[in-house]
């Protein structure tokens, strides 16, 4: 359980954190909840002023009992007011708190039951004659002048009126915002942490007196209560809260909760309500919207922290693709002192209802941001992505030097011609990859063999995909084998790598892709030429038959070689100069070792990928190069 106990020890700094951050983390036994209704109630108990917070509503902590039962305490929503449970824990937490009078002129309005009454009378629900919330449904759809005149039908985040949360403001001796008054929390969690108590004691004395009526077994019991977790004597928990939703790390008091070699889940270990609540009110707080700091592929989250309460920025680091280089990309990552150890937790659900720690690991921040470059550094290769454009804030396709992110390549390895989300049924899949995705960034380990191997081969069959993704998967591919094959020098600028041909290569499966691009680029530049004669300059170009090969290729790449260059002779080499094609593929194949290797027809390896991309860039690079020295020479002319 030390990542528990690392939650807990964050607790304390994460406050002074929070308040920098202006998202604060939720004392004991509170919670965060957006609320959309403010009522000011008087001394008299009377609804004196009610207001929509704002049309996106507000974030707001207030009491909850946030378990099993999850019960609100005070701010809460309209259909949960209506029950008696609600009133019967307010009246609870009266009769302990008698002097609070704040709660009591909430409870005397309460009782009253003109709640909607008295919100609909002010202009806030949307109601019926009889005062009866008018539901909204397919059959009914409610109209635009209606929806228009009430900022609660405009908040697509509220399914119905009846799941409106309220708050409240009580003008007693002095104006009291009841969620910012920090009596009435301390009130809250003492209140609590009786009922706990209670509970605990409870629970222990009904089970041991029945078997032993004689001694003392369920006096120890009780009395002992040392928290496996603080170490101190303290009020143990009966019940934990949800750390993700609806879903629970910690489960006690439950018949379907494995307890080994124990009879009841209180012999075998115990946590106090305090470090329980505070454990997992900062991982909450540590995996929350508002932060950004945790990567998000529910309901697998990933988290990581340092015991001072610094942001690891895990979100960005697994579900940002960066533009620029290693040496300037771009996450802000805080000062950490550097032997600071860095926490980083994955959390996913077991089962419905039950999460369960899926990864942990903890190290110092020199070597979690060490890790983090060489990740950067080993997988650099030219991208093409769906990023956010900087001045629109558009996403769009665009080429960038740097490195996928986790998320892309978990969520790329989907790829199905014109199919780019994945579905449900592979989310399970998609979150199996990420996890054995996470060592490779944390661990500084390779990429495992399994996602290499499969992105080689859909990059090997352009004609499964569109030119979009088989561009993305390509160039995916590209910078996977590069980083787990390929030695790189840490002194050595990434740009060396990139992104043309290495003439001092002689390997067999960098020749052959090297063969492959040369003949594919010429095929696409009789194709374009075919276009333009035809003038069909608009139509897009067939797939060429390099393309279409590719893949039996890569299998057999001295049957395909032959069987590639004799279509591009009979078909198109007439329609291109020929000859610089010629002298490049004997340049090529001048490079092999011998001409049985050459001949060798046996299956190539992912390098043979980095040889094709090569050399096609290369080419490029050479087009625009000679053209652009012919806009030079023009202009000079027409200077002259």
Same mark, same amino acid.
């Given at each position: 359980?030390?990542?528990?106990?690392?939650?807990?020890?964050?607790?304390?700094?994460?406050?002074?954190?929070?308040?920098?951050?202006?998202?604060?983390?939720?004392?004991? #036994?509170?919670?965060?909840?957006?609320?959309?209704?403010?009522?000011?109630?008087?001394?008299? #108990?009377?609804?004196?002023?009610?207001?929509?917070?704002?049309?996106?509503?507000?974030? /707001?902590?207030?009491?909850?009992?946030?378990?099993?039962? =999850?019960?609100?305490?005070?701010?809460?929503?309209?259909?949960?007011?209506?029950?008696?449970?609600?009133?019967?824990?307010?009246?609870?937490?009266?009769?302990?708190?008698?002097?609070?009078?704040?709660?009591?002129?909430?409870?005397? $309005?309460?009782?009253?039951?003109?709640?909607?009454?008295?919100?609909?009378?002010?202009?806030?629900?949307?109601?019926?004659?009889?005062?009866?919330?008018?539901?909204?449904?397919?059959?009914?759809?409610?109209?635009?002048?209606?929806?228009?005149?009430?900022?609660?039908?405009?908040?697509?985040?509220?399914?119905?009126?009846?799941?409106?949360?309220?708050?409240?403001?009580?003008?007693?001796? +002095?104006?009291?915002? /009841?969620? +910012?008054?920090?009596?009435?929390?301390?009130?809250?969690?003492?209140?609590?942490?009786?009922?706990?108590?209670?509970?605990?004691?409870?629970?222990?004395?009904?089970?041991?007196?029945? /078997?032993?009526?004689?001694?003392?077994?369920?006096?120890?019991?009780?009395?002992?209560?040392?928290?496996?977790?603080?170490?101190?004597?303290?009020?143990?928990?009966?019940?934990?809260?949800?750390?993700?939703?609806?879903?629970?790390?910690?489960?006690?008091?439950?018949?379907?909760?494995?307890?080994?070699?124990?009879?009841?889940? %209180?012999?075998?270990?115990?946590?106090?309500?305090?470090?329980?609540?505070?454990?997992?009110?900062?991982?909450?707080?540590?995996?929350?919207?508002?932060?950004?700091?945790?990567?998000?592929?529910?309901?697998?989250?990933?988290?990581?922290?340092?015991?001072?309460?610094?942001?690891?920025?895990?979100? +960005?680091?697994?579900?940002?693709?960066?533009?620029?280089?290693?040496?300037?990309?771009?996450?802000?990552?805080?000062?950490?002192?550097?032997?600071?150890?860095?926490?980083?937790?994955?959390?996913?659900?077991?089962?419905?209802?039950?999460?369960?720690?899926?990864? %942990?690991?903890?190290?110092?921040?020199?070597? %979690?941001?060490?890790?983090?470059?060489?990740?950067?550094?080993?997988?650099?290769?030219?991208?093409?992505?769906?990023?956010?454009?900087?001045?629109?804030?558009?996403?769009?396709?665009?080429?960038?030097?740097?490195?996928?992110?986790?998320?892309?390549?978990?969520?790329?390895?989907?790829?199905?011609?014109?199919?780019?989300?994945?579905?449900?049924? +592979?989310?399970?899949?998609?979150?199996?990859?990420?996890?054995?995705?996470?060592?490779?960034?944390?661990?500084?380990?390779?990429?495992?063999?399994?996602?290499?191997?499969?992105?080689?081969?859909?990059?090997?069959?352009?004609?499964?995909?569109?030119?979009?993704?088989?561009?993305?998967?390509?160039?995916?591919?590209?910078?996977?084998?590069?980083?787990?094959?390929?030695?790189?020098?840490?002194?050595?600028?990434?740009?060396?790598?990139?992104?043309?041909?290495?003439?001092? =290569?002689?390997?067999?499966? $960098?020749? %052959?892709?090297?063969?492959?691009?040369?003949?594919?680029?010429?095929?696409?530049?009789?194709?374009?030429?075919?276009?333009?004669?035809?003038?069909?300059?608009?139509?897009?170009?067939?797939?060429?038959?390099?393309?279409?090969?590719?893949?039996?290729?890569?299998?057999?790449?001295?049957?395909?070689?032959?069987?590639?260059?004799?279509?591009?002779?009979?078909?198109?080499?007439?329609?291109?100069?020929?000859?610089?094609?010629?002298?490049?593929?004997?340049?090529?194949?001048?490079?092999? /070792?011998?001409?049985?290797?050459?001949?060798?027809?046996?299956?190539?390896?992912?390098?043979?990928?980095?040889?094709?991309?090569?050399?096609?860039?290369?080419?490029?690079?050479?087009?625009?190069?000679?053209?652009?020295?012919?806009?030079?020479?023009?202009?000079?002319?027409?200077?002259?």
């Amino acid at each position: 359980m030390s990542w528990f106990q690392q939650l807990y020890k964050t607790y304390e700094n994460c406050i002074k954190a929070s308040k920098k951050s202006g998202f604060e983390i939720a004392p004991v #036994a509170h919670t965060h909840k957006v609320c959309n209704i403010e009522i000011t109630l008087n001394e008299r #108990a009377e609804m004196v002023e009610a207001a929509v917070i704002n049309i996106n509503c507000e974030d /707001t902590i207030i009491p909850t009992t946030d378990d099993n039962n =999850c019960m609100w305490a005070l701010a809460v929503d309209i259909k949960n007011l209506k029950k008696e449970s609600y009133r019967q824990i307010l009246k609870e937490w009266i009769d302990f708190d008698k002097d609070n009078k704040k709660l009591e002129i909430i409870s005397n $309005y309460v009782q009253r039951d003109t709640l909607i009454q008295d919100l609909a009378e002010k202009g806030l629900l949307y109601v019926d004659e009889e005062f009866n919330l008018i539901k909204k449904s397919k059959e009914h759809k409610i109209p635009k002048e209606i929806i228009n005149k009430y900022k609660i039908l405009q908040n697509k985040n509220i399914k119905q009126q009846e799941d409106v949360f309220i708050r409240w403001v009580v003008e007693c001796e +002095e104006h009291c915002n /009841t969620y +910012e008054d920090e009596a009435i929390k301390e009130s809250w969690i003492n209140f609590r942490k009786q009922k706990e108590n209670k509970k605990y004691k409870s629970e222990v004395e009904k089970a041991y007196r029945k /078997t032993d009526k004689e001694n003392d077994i369920a006096v120890r019991l009780i009395d002992d209560k040392i928290c496996c977790i603080s170490g101190k004597t303290d009020c143990i928990a009966t019940n934990h809260q949800f750390a993700n939703g609806t879903s629970k790390i910690i489960a006690v008091g439950d018949d379907l909760v494995f307890k080994g070699r124990f009879e009841e889940y %209180y012999e075998a270990l115990s946590i106090s309500f305090d470090v329980s609540q505070k454990a997992h009110n900062t991982l909450k707080w540590l995996i929350a919207d508002e932060r950004k700091q945790a990567y998000r592929n529910y309901p697998q989250i990933i988290v990581a922290f340092t015991i001072e309460g610094k942001n690891g920025n895990i979100g +960005e680091v697994f579900g940002k693709d960066f533009v620029k280089s290693v040496k300037g990309y771009d996450i802000k990552f805080e000062q950490f002192e550097e032997n600071e150890n860095i926490v980083v937790l994955e959390m996913d659900a077991a089962s419905k209802g039950r999460a369960c720690i899926t990864y %942990y690991r903890e190290m110092t921040s020199s070597q %979690y941001l060490e890790n983090i470059k060489n990740w950067h550094k080993k997988y650099y290769w030219q991208q093409f992505l769906k990023i956010k454009n900087k001045d629109n804030q558009k996403e769009e396709y665009r080429y960038f030097y740097g490195t996928p992110s986790i998320n892309a390549i978990a969520t790329i390895y989907f790829y199905k011609k014109d199919r780019y989300l994945v579905e449900k049924n +592979e989310q399970k899949i998609k979150s199996k990859l990420i996890r054995d995705l996470m060592p490779s960034v944390l661990e500084n380990r390779n990429i495992p063999e399994y996602i290499e191997r499969h992105f080689i081969e859909k990059a090997s069959n352009p004609i499964a995909l569109n030119d979009i993704q088989w561009k993305t998967i390509l160039r995916i591919a590209c910078s996977i084998y590069k980083g787990n094959h390929l030695y790189y020098d840490e002194n050595k600028k990434e740009e060396d790598y990139l992104m043309s041909v290495d003439e001092n =290569c002689k390997d067999r499966n $960098y020749l %052959y892709g090297r063969l492959l691009a040369v003949i594919d680029d010429a095929e696409k530049s009789a194709l374009l030429k075919q276009n333009k004669e035809n003038s069909n300059t608009k139509e897009a170009i067939r797939s060429t038959n390099a393309q279409r090969l590719m893949r039996q290729f890569s299998i057999k790449p001295f049957e395909t070689w032959k069987v590639l260059y004799e279509k591009f002779n009979d078909a198109y080499k007439r329609r291109v100069n020929g000859y610089w094609i010629d002298k490049r593929i004997v340049d090529i194949k001048d490079k092999f /070792t011998s001409i049985e290797e050459f001949k060798n027809n046996s299956k190539l390896t992912g390098l043979y990928l980095l040889g094709y991309f090569h050399q096609l860039k290369t080419i490029e690079d050479e087009r625009k190069n000679k053209k652009a020295k012919e806009l030079t020479n023009d202009n000079i002319e027409q200077k002259n």
